[in-house]
């Protein structure tokens, strides 16, 4: 039932994606509300809970997440209060049609296979948070499979240090139980959505540290 009800969804989320990207093009300057009201309606649309503790810390320049599954998008994109500017990889903008989920509402996109794309991406970060925009990354890269965080990679330890950036780390479990895209599948449950304090990173340790931390409060939720 698991599968039947993934194979629904997936085929269901690429026709809203569509839709939602007809409906920023038509009005540009409610993007982030059409964003966030497509992503409430996931929720219900799927059957998941969400469990959150702690706040979103306003002073935040950006929220580094882990990630198992694209439920932690969908999920930050309800919940946070702000304007989300996700940093991505630059295959996703360039899939025809698709891509505009990234290039209208103005989110980052990262070519990992140019060692100068670092360049690019300090410059689209300084501009979104002039805009009053907060960034949303993965430090681990991709999807994990386990319960184990990734390693994570350089490319948000750099905007950090570069930028003097505030950084609020934020945990979420169980979400790839309710929407795994290799296997097809979507349950109901329950999601947690743990908010960190604001990091220290005045220690040079501090990304490593980091991941340790966002480790340990995973383990114990």
């Known amino acids: 039932m698991a599968k039947i009800r993934g194979i629904f969804y997936c085929i269901y ?35 998941y809970k969400l469990q959150k503790i ?24 309800e919940l946070y209060p ?10 996703i903008g360039d899939i025809f049609f698709l891509g505009k989920i990234l290039t209208l509402p103005k989110m980052i996109s990262v070519d990992r296979n140019n060692p100068r794309s670092i360049v690019t991406l300090i410059r689209d970060v300084k501009d979104r948070l002039k805009d009053g925009r907060v960034i ?5 890269g991709t999807r994990g499979r386990d319960e184990k965080l990734l390693k994570f990679q350089d490319g948000a330890k750099v905007l950090v240090d570069k930028l003097n950036l505030k ?25 947690k959505v743990f908010c960190m304090e604001v990091f220290d990173v005045s220690d040079e340790n501090w990304y490593k540290n980091l991941r340790e931390k966002m480790q340990k409060v995973y383990d114990e939720l």
């Open 13 to 47: 989320c690429v026709l809203s994606i569509c839709f939602i990207i007809f409906l920023m093009m038509m009005f540009k300057n409610k993007n982030h509300k059409i964003r966030n009201i497509w992503a409430k309606f996931q929720r219900y649309f799927i059957g």
């Open 167 to 191: 950084v609020q780390p934020i945990v979420l479990k169980n979400t790839v139980s309710h929407f795994d895209v290799k296997k097809f599948e979507v349950r109901g449950g329950e999601i």
């Open 82 to 91: 702000k304007n989300l500017s996700w940093v991505a990889k630059k295959e």
């Open 136 to 140: 949303a990354m993965f430090p681990e």
């Open 54 to 77: 702690g706040e979103f810390d306003e002073n935040a320049d950006i929220i580094l997440i882990n990630h198992k599954s694209m439920l932690d998008i969908i999920i930050l994109e």
